[in-house]
């Protein structure tokens, strides 16, 4: 797995410059654009949709790491990915068969994440593990940013950790909500590795606050897993 990366979330950018908010992020060192979408269904929100990481696509090299929000993700997989997604996860409670999710997302060239909401088993993913490239554990309940950090999402952070290297899989685990300077040394020390941020990185100075992130991750390690 190597290093640790950052996954500014553009939920909490200015979307009316988008592209200086992106330019930003990777001038400061980001590698990834974590992209949400939501369908007022699986979450009360509302956000992005295709049209959105079309756009995205043409100004940024940056990994398009999309993460869905809405229920039955299945008949979109193609279309994000023809917008230019690099990465695609989706909700293992989101109602498709997650094994043909992960297949379709597959097929469509992508990189594969299952996400998992804060009150579903920690357990209930194991299954889906040794196919997919990364794990999206919500720390926060899905939709919306600025929410507080859930302190019972260390311990499941460590588990799926845990579980991932005893198994000897090569899976990432990305954390999502509420991620701050508080949090986020603990949840890298526990075993995440994708680091997601929304508020945190555009709310204020985007350039400074993301250097400041590169450089806490750069500086944190993995602490003996539990
Ligand atoms: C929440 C989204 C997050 C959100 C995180 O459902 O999945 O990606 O943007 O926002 P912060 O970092 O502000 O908690
Ligand atoms: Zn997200």
Known sequence: MGHNI???????????????????????????????????????????GIPVVESV??????????????????????QFAEAGADSITFHMESGDDPDEVIEAIRAAGC??????????PIEDVYKYLDKVDMLLIMTVEPGFGGQKYIEASTARIAQARYHINSCD??????????ITEETVRTVIEVGANVIVAGSAIF??????????YVD???????GEVL
Do not use: W
């Open 169 to 178: 899989l090569k899976v990432n685990i990305e954390v999502d909500g509420g």
């Open 57 to 78: 696509r043409k100004i940024t090299k940056l990994v398009l790491d999309v993460h869905l929000m809405i229920i039955h993700p299945l008949k979109y997989i193609k």
């Open 203 to 212: 709310h204020g100075d985007t350039a400074a606050n993301c250097r400041r």
């Open 111 to 120: 990189r594969v994440g299952i996400s998992i909401r804060p009150g579903t």
């Open 6 to 48: 950052l996954a500014p979330s553009i939920l909490a950018a200015d979307c009316a410059d988008l592209r200086t908010e992106i330019q930003t992020i990777e001038a400061e060192g980001a590698e990834y654009v974590h992209i949400d979408v939501m369908d007022g269904v699986f979450v009360p929100s509302l956000s992005f």
């Open 216 to 222: 806490i991750l750069s500086h944190t390690g993995p």
